[in-house]
């Protein structure tokens, strides 16, 4: 798999975000075959192209065939991606928490709202970062979820037009005034992933990351008592 890392898909804490990976790989593969065959057909018929000029024939069984086999190809496309539609509307109507993001000029604030938990998110100063922090990404609230739980995401702006991007997780979702953006995911493993705003939203664009922490679910329970209290 190395050989092909520049061209492939980044791993990604994401079930559905997997499913994609999948679905894009065995398009990939189907049209590889397709183009194989088709290339396999043209060089038989150059080499041959005398005896299909002087025969009358008429192929109708290869004429069948090749009306079958793209519809069968088309088939076999349709199927995975309806699978992944009807998966994401369950995730969506079985999600267990929901966190609303707002985007500000130049900060984030998260509201769980079955929780009752809200706080903004800043960007820390180099002088209040910590050993192992990242410069100009950690933030001093993180947003936390649990893992191997639907989390709904709805993520909306208070000002200008931002986008809230965690590319390690593929998620991308623009935040525009009097919009909800909505998406709902599923981490299976824990860790601390980060983004920043993907949309130009002014002079301090480039200064308000995105942190999102997963964790296991006992610690977020431990988590929410802390900011609840």
């Not at 496309?77 to 994401?88: A, G, R, V």
């Amino acid at each position: 798999m190395n050989y092909f890392q520049g061209y492939m898909m980044c791993f990604s804490n994401n079930y559905f975000c997997s499913m994609m990976d999948w679905f894009h790989n065995f398009n990939c593969s189907l049209l590889l075959g397709v183009l194989v065959f088709v290339f396999l057909i043209m060089f038989f018929l150059f080499f041959n192209s005398f005896y299909f000029k002087s025969s009358k024939i008429e192929y109708r069984f290869s004429e069948f065939m090749l009306s079958v086999f793209p519809t069968l190809i088309l088939f076999m496309q349709m199927m995975p991606s309806l699978s992944m539609l009807y998966y994401s509307g369950i995730m969506y109507l079985d999600s267990s928490v929901t966190v609303k993001v707002i985007g500000h000029q130049w900060y984030w604030s998260y509201n769980y709202s079955d929780l009752g938990i809200e706080f903004d998110s800043y960007m820390k100063s180099i002088d209040s970062l910590n050993i192992g922090e990242f410069r100009l990404l950690e933030v001093d609230n993180r947003c936390v979820v649990p893992c191997d739980t639907n989390i709904r995401f709805c993520v909306t702006s208070a000002d200008v037009i931002h986008s809230w991007a965690l590319p390690s997780l593929c998620i991308k979702l623009d935040a525009m005034s009097g919009i909800l953006s909505t998406v709902t995911c599923n981490f299976p493993l824990i860790g601390v992933f980060y983004g920043q705003c993907s949309e130009i939203c002014g002079a301090n664009h480039s200064f308000m990351p995105i942190v999102l922490e997963v964790t296991l679910l006992e610690n977020f329970v431990d988590w929410c008592y802390l900011m609840v209290n």
